[in-house]
């Protein structure tokens, strides 16, 4: 299963996630900015300030 | 149930029991979203009790949930949340108990890591550790978990491999299976980072199941970064819409 970006975003703007976290994802989201298009990049992070943790669960479930 | 225990201990002049009552319940009201000042109401009422009643540890967990329920009050001052936690520590040393000194230790420690005072941070997040073992009580998990962080954020892998290690055993012998996955998660981005894949994906996993058999799903977004870094390893980014959302 691919990394979504949109679990990047999610993570970065949770008022649960702490501040390590939050550094992590924005570190990663940085890393990764120059290997989808721009306008995809920016659309991946709006849908993930959208997601609830739910939505993020059932999106690992097939990790498991 | 708290509050019925509460009034039966109440009557029987079992101060300890009341002292622990109001000690739990300030707590479950005054946390996670719920009414502070009325956590922080029980809290008065119980802390004198447990003056009274003279218990080392029971004083050091009212003191240590006075930072929890006073904090929301600081209007996010970053100078008044310093001396707050200052002043917990240093009531924490005259009363002593290695537990909840550790673990005012610890919070003065993150709180100085997250606020850039890094070297401060990590001295007293290590002396926090250390008092932590030598008290075997299972405090050591909280200083373990930002050790980690502190050595994944300066690259130091073995660093960061030995401590999350520890944190597992701890959180496995003491069973606080609600830290498990996020010693897990660390040792993941561990794997991770020294491009051991396999193992970072067994770790995550794993992680990832605890996780997922407990109630609190916030367990599972500590481990979400971890995998997202995994992912980025393998090469395997997306942005595309593979949930569901909620409109």
Excluded: C
Aim: aromatic residues 6%; charged residues 25%.
């Amino acid at each position: 299963m691919s990394l979504r970006l949109e679990w990047l975003s999610f993570i970065i703007d949770h008022p649960a996630a702490d501040n390590f976290g939050r550094a992590e994802a924005q570190r990663l989201l940085d890393d990764v900015r120059n290997q989808v298009p721009a306008e995809e990049f920016s659309a991946a992070v709006e849908r993930g300030k959208e997601l609830t943790l739910e939505d993020v669960i059932n999106d690992l479930l097939p990790e498991l | 149930m708290l509050e019925r225990g509460l009034g039966l201990l109440r009557p029987l002049g079992e101060d300890l029991g009341v002292a622990w009552g109001l000690s739990w319940l300030s707590l479950v009201r005054g946390v996670g979203g719920g009414d502070v000042a009325q956590g922080r109401a029980l809290l008065q009422e119980g802390f004198p009790i447990a003056r009274r009643v003279g218990s080392a540890h029971l004083i050091g967990r009212f003191l240590n949930q006075k930072v929890i329920l006073e904090d929301p009050a600081l209007g996010g001052s970053v100078e008044d949340a310093r001396k707050l936690r200052e002043r917990i520590l240093s009531e924490q040393r005259e009363v002593g108990d290695p537990y909840h000194l550790s673990f005012a230790m610890a919070n003065l420690g993150d709180f100085l890591f997250q606020h850039r005072s890094f070297d401060e941070g990590k001295a007293l997040l290590k002396e926090s550790l250390e008092l932590a073992r030598e008290s075997g009580s299972g405090a050591e998990v909280t200083p373990l978990d930002r050790l980690t962080e502190a050595a994944l954020m300066s690259g130091d892998l073995d660093e960061a491999e030995g401590y999350a290690s520890e944190m597992l055993q701890v959180s496995r012998d003491y069973w606080f299976i609600a830290l498990e996955p996020r010693a897990l998660a660390l040792l993941g981005m561990v794997a991770t980072r020294r491009g051991n894949i396999l193992e970072a994906e067994g770790l995550l996993v794993e992680a990832l199941g605890i996780a997922r058999g407990m109630e609190n799903q916030l367990s599972t977004l500590g481990v979400l970064v971890s995998v997202a870094g995994l992912r980025i390893a393998q090469g395997h980014v997306a942005a595309t819409r593979v949930v569901k959302f909620h409109h």
